[in-house]
T-cell receptor, first 111, second 113 residues
């Protein structure tokens, strides 16, 4: 693994289904984030984690949950997907210099 | 919390012209201002950043200026090229500790050959 990866690349999901988006980094960054990107709305923060074992809510947390069991992994779970959660999801991590490193993104469609 | 406004939402220029994108922020505690470039279908990537102890920073054809009194900062691209076409995002945050950036809504820059 080099940098930050996300899986799956894309997914079509029926409404009401549970879905976990995976994010893994090998840069030993303490802070990790989940954003959703919708046209015209930029990058909106869903949840973040400053260090393993801690998480916090961002601007649009409703319908999403996260966990941070270790430094490398930061999964995002949609407990019961709804069509308004159709979006591109980016995971990111940041170093002590505050620069954000983004994953390649997951394109999620909820029907 | 922090609020970041970014303008314009779309910017169309001819190759070789200059492009300027402006952002304003609300929280006087913010002291870190990065700019990210996102090409179509790709992830955002940092292109330049500035911290509150400097007023201007330059890297080849791109530069960023910061006016802390007025709470605004700008991205300047000179001699634009078609490969500069992308969406550009500004962000603001208080550096260190609980670093939670607030992003602008993005500017779609189109450079016509």
């Amino acid at each position: 693994i080099a940098g930050i990866t996300q899986a799956p690349t894309s997914q079509i999901l029926a409404a009401g289904r549970r879905m976990t988006l995976r994010c893994t980094q090998d840069m030993r960054h303490n802070a990790m984030y989940w954003y959703r990107q919708d046209l015209g709305l930029g990058l909106r923060l869903i949840h973040y984690s400053n260090t393993a074992g801690t998480t916090g809510k961002g601007e649009v947390p409703d319908g999403y949950s996260v966990s941070r069991a270790n430094t490398d992994d930061f999964p995002l779970t949609l407990a019961s997907a709804v069509p308004s959660q159709t979006s591109v999801y980016f995971c990111a991590s940041s170093d002590s210099r505050d620069t954000q490193y983004f994953g390649p993104g997951t394109r999620l469609t909820v029907l | 919390g922090e609020n970041v406004e970014q303008h314009p939402s779309t910017l169309s220029v001819q190759e070789g012209d200059s492009a300027v994108i402006k952002c304003t922020y609300s929280d006087s505690a913010s002291n870190y201002f990065p700019w990210y470039k996102q090409e179509l279908g790709k992830r955002p990537q940092l292109i330049i950043d500035i911290r509150s102890n400097v007023g201007e920073k330059k890297d080849q054809r791109i530069a960023v200026t910061l006016n802390k009194t007025a709470k605004h900062f700008s991205l300047h691209i000179t001699e634009t090229q078609p490969e500069d076409s992308a969406v550009y995002f500004c962000a603001a945050s208080a550096s260190g500790g609980s670093y939670i950036p607030t992003f602008g809504r993005g500017t779609s820059l189109i450079v016509h050959p």
